[in-house]
């Protein structure tokens, strides 16, 4: 009777065309693993007010504007249009620890991604779930789709990332099917999408050090040593860096996390510093980045097995010559799977019997006789060619 005034809810009556709306919602309740490791990932969700057309894409970082930025440019180039208005959260994960320079700089390109759609973009203020309720509501909808597919699966494991956002882009295409009357008649509505779309990465300069790599957001990572000195352009998106020398394209990384406790990471490629590593095998022995260094778990299993066998010395230079052949012989799949075998069998490697099996003796090869033809024989058939045309 005698109570304080509360805050009132007032219900919007959304028109055509007219809002779209980004968030992010958190995923780790599904517990989804890929190759058996449990992935730590967002989804990105956007949605129309008025339709109800739905776009996930699975995010593996925290909140930022790449992320934003390509999860709502694959929504907007997928339905063919982009609304008038877009609202997203505040974005706050976003702009934690980022100084009040890098905010502004994080601001600014939020609005000019808007502006290249030509959509006024607008932001819920913080804390403030339901201004953003057209979204925040559906998130659980989502989550329990996916969820309920899982079960139905039988299985929270996936053989690879690309399999895993298929799976979910499948779940969306059923969802937006339920409204697809309503999302026809809204797609008229929308406005034209530009010729083509703007950055959804951030680009770097780094330089190659002396280790073989570069270090990017507390991550190293290993690229050619014929690269080292040199200055590379990097194009930074969520789930992988574009690497360049001036303009010219060099190679694809998977993009790599720091530890949640800060600690460096490192994501590389055995291939990049193999030769280097064959000249000093030891270096194996307490190298930072060990454990990354090997493409299989059973190449890891293997070394631990030697160790416990085997000198270090012994151990190390072993491991290092099958790491080589792997490369040489291009047979990382078939080695870890003989490799394996030979484990369970409770025996070592035997390098002399895998380089017979992997890597021939020249000796045993062939003789291939190439008998090449006169340059005389060519006159003759020029000057008879000639003869036809007289």
């Not at 010395?313 to 010559?321: D, S």
């Amino acid at each position: 009777m005698h109570g304080a005034e509360q805050e009132v809810i007032f219900r919007q009556v959304h028109e055509p065309g007219r809002l779209g709306l980004s968030d992010f919602t958190n995923m780790d309740s599904l517990e989804v693993t890929i190759a058996g490791q449990l992935l730590d990932h967002l989804l990105y969700h956007f949605r129309l007010a008025y339709s109800g057309f739905e776009h996930g894409h699975v995010i593996l970082g925290g909140e930022s504007y790449v992320a934003l930025a390509e999860g709502l440019q694959n929504a907007l180039w997928f339905l063919g249009g982009a609304p008038h208005d877009h609202r997203s959260d505040s974005l706050s994960a976003a702009f934690r620890n980022l100084t009040t320079d890098e905010r502004e700089d994080l601001t600014r390109r939020y609005e000019e991604l808007c502006a290249h759609y030509h959509m006024k973009p607008t932001r819920n203020n913080k804390g403030i779930a339901h201004e953003n309720g057209s979204i925040e509501s559906v998130h659980g909808h989502i989550r329990a789709a996916i969820r309920d597919a899982l079960l139905m699966r039988g299985s929270n494991d996936f053989d690879d990332l690309a399999a895993y956002r298929a799976f979910v882009d499948e779940i969306v295409s059923r969802r937006n099917a339920h409204n697809l009357k309503r999302i026809e008649a809204e797609r008229p509505h929308l406005q034209e999408l530009p010729q083509r779309r703007t950055t959804d990465f951030e680009e770097v300069v780094v330089r190659v050090m002396r280790t073989g790599g570069f270090t990017l957001r507390k991550v190293f990572y290993s690229v050619p040593s014929r690269l080292i000195g040199h200055q590379l352009r990097v194009r930074l998106f969520d789930d992988r860096l574009d690497v360049f020398v001036g303009g010219t394209y060099l190679m694809t990384l998977s993009r790599g996390r720091a530890h949640p406790d800060g600690r460096h990471s490192q994501v590389v490629n055995y291939r990049h510093v193999i030769h280097s590593l064959r000249q000093k095998p030891m270096a194996l022995l307490r190298l930072v980045y060990r454990d990354q260094l090997f493409p299989r778990l059973e190449y890891r299993q293997t070394f631990e097995a030697l160790l416990e066998r085997l000198t270090d010395k012994q151990a190390c230079k072993t491991m290092v010559e099958i790491l080589a052949l792997a490369h040489e012989r291009t047979c990382e799949r078939e080695l870890a799977e003989r490799l394996a075998r030979t484990l369970d069998a409770g025996e070592l490697p035997d390098m002399a019997e895998l380089r017979k099996h992997f890597a021939p003796d020249p000796a045993t090869l062939p003789v291939v006789s190439v008998h090449l033809a006169p340059l005389s024989g060519y006159e003759t058939l020029v000057a008879g060619h000639a003869g036809e045309r007289a």
